[in-house]
């Protein structure tokens, strides 16, 4: 792709954030935002549905949402059923949200401008009356790019590394404590 098309892009990507007042930038390297995600035993996960044509040129929520529920769980993170959401306190939602726009000019066509936003949801109580609870943000990372039709797996790809950044900040902020060992380094407790 030339960098004229890009910068042509980019900018109409700009100016569609601009126009929807959602600015592309993450918060998941605060501290506490990572605090917020102490104690949660699990999430559960919601992946916004897709636009048509992406979904057509091979972009679909079905699989993103199953791919994001294994890497939790291969991380050790519980991906929540509806019941167990609603049990769980603060009722923590992980949610991914990818927004494209394929280009319709004769300069942009056969590219899609993207955004993906990777945020955790909960419950939240107010500090000035803690009978309020209300659903609250409390962990995000997003970016914009562009990406050619045939590379969508690109946003595939960025939404995965998102969700990484999620789970690397869960964990950072919910330790395991390492197995007790026994003198001579062996380690205690089932094998």
């Known amino acids: 792709m030339s960098a004229r098309r890009r910068l042509l892009l980019g900018l109409v990507v700009f100016g569609m ?27 559960r996960v919601v992946v916004e549905d897709i636009e048509p044509d992406a979904e057509r040129d091979g972009l679909t929520q079905r699989e993103l949402q199953a791919n994001v529920e294994l890497r ?14 609603l049990e769980a306190p603060g009722m923590p939602v992980l949610y ?14 056969g590219l899609y401008a993207y955004s993906v ?6 419950l939240v109580r107010l500090s000035r009356d803690n009978r309020i609870a209300a659903g609250a943000e409390t962990w995000y990372t ?9 590379h969508l797996r ?18 950072a902020a919910n330790p ?3 197995p007790a060992r026994a003198p001579g380094g062996r380690t205690l407790g089932p094998p």
């Open 17 to 43: 954030l601009c126009a929807t007042g959602w600015w592309a930038y993450g918060q998941e390297g605060r501290e506490h935002a990572r605090r917020t995600l102490q104690g949660l035993k699990g999430v």
């Open 72 to 85: 939790l769980r291969r991380a050790g993170i519980a991906a929540l059923t509806e019941k167990q959401l």
């Open 96 to 109: 991914v949200k990818i927004d494209t726009r394929k280009g319709q000019s004769e300069r942009t066509k």
């Open 117 to 122: 936003h990777v945020g955790l949801y909960q």
């Open 142 to 150: 997003a970016g914009v790019n562009v990406v050619e039709s045939n």
């Open 154 to 171: 690109t946003v595939r790809e960025d939404a995965t590394e998102k969700v990484d950044q999620f789970i690397n900040a869960y964990l």
């Open 176 to 178: 395991k404590a390492p």
